[in-house]
């Protein structure tokens, strides 16, 4: 008997008993004794956590089960649900996804990237590098994912352009090794910017919303580009120098293949040129925001209307002529590419946690936290940080973050420290899953590559999972009170 495809056969119909077993077994029994109110909402939270976990159905699918649910089941009215799936945080997401399909349309990412490659050189060790800064900072732009399926054909014909090099067969297999790596870890590892990963916006949203604390965008950026830096720094140093160093020097074809990819994209094309005027004026708007509401008091900005004045500008200026007239960068074909799942698991997730919050579900756990009174704090913050990094290699890390942060947050506060101290560094080690192809979809990408073994990205990604916890447990305990602070 085939048991993995007999297991695959039932997954589906299996998850799907399970959940609803369970949440029928909580709704109907009540075990906690809780209120009425309270008891639907925990019984749905156990059902959307179960079928989020073994992922049976689109994520996105299991998030909207709170617009079904709770007005079914008297708890929330349907529009009390609805609010939470049209959150402005939502809407800034969305304004930096028009943002990140435009850059990509035009193929400024690719020149973008190029150009980082060719500055640092082409030697083994300088071809990893640029491809580790190009990554790293187009992932704080745009989507993981995204970046990564970006800069993969890219890898895959540098490599194939070494191999053409007598060049000893270690040192190509773990410079392979080391580029796909890099890639994968440097899009998981840019989490400098509110927009750049979908757990940084889950949890800017939720703190907004339950605890009416704003986390600027350009406060994020002062205080987590630097921790960026850093752990893009550690995973060369790690994986690069210490794992599986190469010894390629420079090579005439790997300089001319660059130079090759650069001449094919000609000058920097009109279309290019207005949607990195677009780029720069959004980004240099989420930076200089306070600045500009302090000078004047005519209009007042926020980071979502920024984000969407940048998407509004890409549908209106012109890409230039063509045989149909004149087409705008960007068109409504193009949202076509857009991310509406992870939009609809956004909402889905806030429509949870403000349900949770509103029946003081949290609260009904204080007791059992208030045993953590006084002891370390830092120890605390490292077991959460950890715990986050390597969960996330089970389950999706929106969804984990969305899933845990009012529990995180009700614990902080029950125990009597700063819950951003608690949030920020699990929802930041929840983008950092490095040791499985199912952790990231980065991961998988470099994986399916064939330069990956397993047991090569679990050597690799123990260790960087290690190194993550310590070093944003540490930044985030140390650092991020001079910044951000909630109590």
Known sequence: MDFKKTFSRFKKPGGIAMGLCLFLFFLLFNPFRLLSNANVVLSVTILMVCWWIIEIIPLAVTALLPLVLFPLLNVFSIKEVAKS?????VFLFMG??????????????KRIALNIINITGVNGNRIIVGFILATGFLSLWLSNSATTMMMFPIAMSV??????NKINEKDLNNFSLSLMLSIAYASNFAVGTIIGTAPNIAYVN?????????????????????????????????????LYPNNIGETEHGKNYINKELKNLGGLSLQEKRVAFVFIITVGGWIFKDVINNLQHAIKLDDTIIGLSGAFLLFIIPA???REGRESLLTWNDGNKMAWNILILLGGGMALAKAVEDVKLINLLDSYFAVFEGANTFLIVLI???FSVFLSELISNIAQVMVMVPFISSFASAIH?????????????????????????????????????????????????????????????????LILKLT
């Not at 930041?428 to 991961?443: E, K, Q, V, W, Y």
Request: proline content about 6%; glycine content about 6%.
């Open 159 to 164: 490599i194939k352009i070494m191999e053409r």
């Open 417 to 481: 420290i700063d819950p951003l101290l608690l949030g920020i560094p699990m929802t930041l080690g929840a983008s950092c899953a490095s040791m499985l192809p199912m952790g990231t979809p980065p991961n998988a990408i470099v994986y399916a590559s064939g330069h990956v073994k397993l047991k090569q990205m679990l050597k690799a990604g123990f260790v960087l999972n290690i190194v993550c916890t310590f070093v944003i447990s540490t930044f985030c305990y140390f650092l991020q009170p």
């Open 85 to 89: 799936y049209a959150d402005p945080i």
């Open 206 to 242: 939720y703190i907004s919303e339950s605890m009416h604390y704003q986390i600027s965008f350009s406060n994020w950026m002062v205080l987590f580009i630097p921790l960026t830096i850093f752990l893009l720094l550690l995973l060369y140093l790690i994986v690069v120098k210490i």
């Open 320 to 322: 230039g002529l063509n």
């Open 384 to 386: 959460v940080t950890g």
């Open 96 to 109: 930096g996804f028009f943002i990140a399909i435009a850059i990509e349309k035009w193929n400024l990412h």
